[in-house]
């Protein structure tokens, strides 16, 4: 099973006030916590899958208890040099996005065109820093082992990202027009959808607002 690991970081962060995704959190730029996190998934699964030893993912069960070998690549969608060389330098593939003005579906649609060979393709937004390695390791676990065709997290019973769609949903989003990402094909197959149930609200925080990092509990 190939999975593409999806990185949307082209947006124009209006309601922030500059470019949210430079915006430095904890000492490095906001979508810096996201790449890395990511880098770290797919580096981890591939020496898994190389090795047989589950045990190099964080969660500790990334390798499903079958004969199937699970590969990642990562790829990047944005309209910024400086993350496009960072993506790069990081080992990921980037794609540029000409018209960010038109919303979250385009950088969703980019992304996936070029990873239509993959089995599944996960999407993360960049300006949820404290996601962890655990939660995106558990959601690809949970699509493998749910056998649904999509997988999504939430948090106090509201579905969120990341999510992860097996290709038979590749066509329904590609049709998405606007500022909408894979929620309506969500919505659409609720019956089909895996759900993750994030304990920690922190993790599926977007830092919406400069400056205003909210409490952890």
């Given at each position: 099973?190939?999975?593409?690991?999806?990185?949307l970081a082209a947006g124009n962060?209006?309601?922030?006030?500059?470019?949210?995704?430079?915006?430095?959190?904890?000492?490095?730029?906001?979508?810096?916590?996201?790449?890395?996190?990511?880098?770290?998934?797919?580096?981890?699964?591939?020496?898994?899958?190389?090795?047989?030893?589950?045990?190099?993912?964080?969660?500790g069960r990334m390798i499903a208890?079958?004969?199937?070998?699970?590969?990642?690549?990562?790829?990047?969608?944005?309209?910024?040099?400086?993350?496009?060389?960072?993506?790069?330098?990081?080992?990921?593939?980037?794609?540029?996005?000409?018209?960010?003005?038109?919303?979250?579906?385009?950088?969703?649609?980019?992304?996936?065109?070029?990873?239509?060979?993959?089995?599944?393709?996960?999407?993360?937004?960049?300006?949820?820093?404290?996601?962890?390695?655990?939660?995106?390791?558990?959601?690809?676990?949970?699509?493998?082992?749910?056998?649904?065709?999509?997988?999504?997290?939430?948090?106090?019973?509201?579905?969120?990202?990341?999510?992860?769609?097996?290709?038979?949903?590749?066509d329904e989003l590609l049709s998405?027009?606007?500022?909408?990402?894979?929620?309506?094909?969500?919505?659409?197959?609720?019956?089909?959808?895996?759900?993750?149930?994030?304990?920690?609200?922190?993790?599926?925080?977007?830092?919406?607002?400069?400056?205003?990092?909210?409490?952890?509990?």
């Open positions: 099973m190939k999975i593409a690991l999806i990185m962060s209006r309601r922030f006030g500059s470019n949210k995704l430079l915006y430095e959190i904890e000492g490095k730029p906001m979508y810096q916590h996201i790449l890395e996190k990511l880098m770290k998934v797919a580096e981890g699964i591939g020496k898994g899958a190389e090795t047989g030893d589950k045990s190099n993912s964080a969660s208890a079958d004969a199937e070998i699970v590969s990642c690549q990562v790829t990047a969608v944005t309209q910024y040099e400086e993350i496009e060389r960072a993506a790069r330098a990081a080992g990921a593939r980037v794609y540029y996005n000409p018209h960010p003005d038109e919303g979250i579906s385009s950088s969703l649609q980019i992304g996936l065109k070029a990873n239509l060979e993959a089995d599944a393709c996960l999407f993360t937004v960049s300006d949820q820093p404290w996601l962890s390695v655990e939660t995106i390791e558990q959601l690809i676990w949970l699509l493998k082992s749910s056998g649904k065709g999509i997988a999504c997290v939430s948090c106090s019973g509201k579905l969120g990202n990341p999510c992860i769609f097996t290709r038979k949903y590749y998405i027009t606007g500022d909408r990402g894979g929620k309506s094909v969500i919505t659409a197959h609720r019956e089909d959808t895996a759900v993750l149930a994030v304990k920690d609200p922190w993790e599926l925080t977007d830092m919406d607002v400069k400056g205003k990092a909210p409490e952890r509990i």
